[in-house]
């Protein structure tokens, strides 16, 4: 085989496979639909243990547990927080409240993060309260198999101990009915993003009462997604140590998926927060996925109920679980995973199949990034260090190619004089190769080095929030975004906005992508090249395509693609000089060094 044949075939197998899996390529298989006990729509509940109630409930009719619906016109969010007493929400990373009418989470702002670059911008709403436009909110309550037990519902107050819930100040919440049950809810939370919660009954009655407590997430409206195969946006958990990863639209489809599990975890996430449920890690819990659709509103729930409890005459029973209701932050998910014991927390971020590859390479851009203070620094840093690392391989791939590029005289005559008889002229190539010491296919490292590379930085860049508004210097504000200049308006330079084009958008090109064009077509001409014309044209074009290609792509790939472009640049015209070879157009000689 032909070292240009084979260079050609990998180079666009590598740019169809990127095309497909970001533009074409099907999401997996429903977890509702996949075999097995493990993910099925109908595992069987404790026979004490009724669900707990849809999040679409108002209040649910006493002696019935029957949810009560109605239809709401959305007030604005700031209305229904200002009619509704609560307590306070304030650590360094969110503020919030608790409404005291439900004990409801249902008001988290994030701090430390806006929607936009701009310094003005809002800060990211993460939680807001029912009755408002997207109404997103997690509860804590008590379920029994008992019709006759006046439980604690969305419309009743709670009597709280303080004012302020903080890292040093936790909240308590007390309820107490008139069958001798009084019901608590202490919230804890730390400086991050994790809600501690315990619920705790104490029974001064006469007889034993059966409670469930359970922990629910409700969230309505379906959120707008990216859609991208590479990036899960939906309902997850790791229920028994395995990942289950729900779409919207699979739930909808399937309504109701369920599951049994000790330990784990369960929620819902978007690309960069999430909020989830950690029950107690070492108490078995009926956990599920539910969607309803009524009034034409979509409503996703993810929630967990404890099995079998019953608090006797005269004592009290509680449990402990948790609430993470923030940023993704790799270090911080990492952390609760391994000082709290929650099983396999690190995958809500969602690094994909090559996982071995692209976590550390985040940990090293994270750390490299933390010495200079600029993940497009790191990026460039770290480029060089992989560089350095493949170096004897692509040392020996370079000189490979540098003979190579020597022995196009003697190629283009063998061709002429073999060309009617392909099958001699294939023998007398090999034995042309095997005479000089060379191997065509050597020469298709470098790129089979940078593909891994390329795809592990890409999910690195899209779905981790380290890369989120991450600057790198001039005109970039965000890597992970793609670069802000257009061709179409001069980079800047003319006094007009660029609209959306839509399908046309891919005429909308910034500097860098121009940059890397340019790189990769100087670094084209360093290579030997394919005597045959159809070959020759077929690569000269290659530049463009990709500079289409990587256009709409995250800043920071397309820098890392140019600066290894320049890189190999520099490599191999050291090596060819050395070798002696001619470099760039026909018959230059190049001297040594």
Known sequence: ????????????????????????????????????????????????????????????????????????????????????????????????????????????????????????????????????????????????????????????????????????????????????????????????????????????????????PYGLISRTGTP????????????????????????????????????????????????????????????????????????????????????????????STSVTSRLFAGAKEVTLLDRYRDELGIARFDLAVDFGWFYFLTKPLFYALHYVAQITGNFGVAILLLTVAIKLLFFPLANKSYNAMAKMRKLQPEIARLRERFGDDRQRLNQEMMALYRKEGTNPVSGCLPIIIQIPVFFALYKVMFVTIEMRHAPFFGWIKDLSAPDPTSILNGFGLLPWMIPDLGPLNVLNIGAWPLVMGLTMFLQQKLNPQPPDPVQAKIFMFMPIMFTFLLAQFPAGLVIYWTWNNMLSIAQQYVIMRRAGVSIGGKGHKAGTV
């Open 1 to 212: 085989m032909e070292q240009r044949n084979l260079i050609l075939a990998i180079v666009l197998s590598v740019a169809i496979l990127l095309g497909f899996q970001i533009f074409l390529a099907p999401k997996p298989s429903p977890v509702g639909d996949q075999a097995g006990p493990s993910a099925t729509t109908s595992a069987p509940q404790a026979p004490d243990a009724p669900a707990p109630p849809s999040g679409d409930v108002v209040a649910p009719s006493p002696g019935t547990g029957a949810p009560a619906t109605a239809v709401v016109t959305p007030r604005s969010r700031a209305e229904i927080l200002a009619a509704t007493p609560r307590v306070r929400i304030e650590t360094p990373a969110v503020r919030g409240s608790i409404a005291l009418v439900g004990a409801r989470i249902d008001d988290l702002v994030l701090k430390r993060y806006r929607e936009t670059i701009d310094e003005n911008s809002p800060n990211i709403v993460l939680l807001s309260p029912p009755g408002s436009e997207h109404p997103y909110f997690a509860d804590f309550r008590w379920t029994s198999s008992r019709n006759d037990i006046d439980l604690p519902d969305a419309t009743t107050r709670w009597q709280a101990d303080g004012k302020v819930l903080s890292p040093t100040q936790p909240i308590t919440l007390s309820w107490r009915n008139e069958q001798g049950l009084r019901f608590e809810l202490r919230f804890e939370i730390d400086d991050h993003y994790m809600f501690t919660v315990t619920q705790r009954v104490v029974n001064e009655g006469a007889a034993a009462v059966p409670l469930l």
């Open 224 to 315: 707008k997604t990216l859609g991208y195969y590479i990036l899960h946006e939906g309902l997850l958990g790791v229920l028994d140590g395995t990942l289950k990863e729900v779409d919207y639209k699979d739930l909808r489809k399937n309504g109701l998926i369920q599951d049994q599990t000790t330990g784990g975890w369960l929620g819902i996430t978007d690309k960069y927060w999430l909020v989830a449920l950690v029950p107690d890690q070492t108490r078995p819990v009926n956990a599920r996925f539910v969607y309803s659709g009524r009034d034409n509103v979509d409503k996703y729930q993810a929630d967990f109920l404890y099995q079998g409890a019953s608090v006797a005459a005269g004592s």
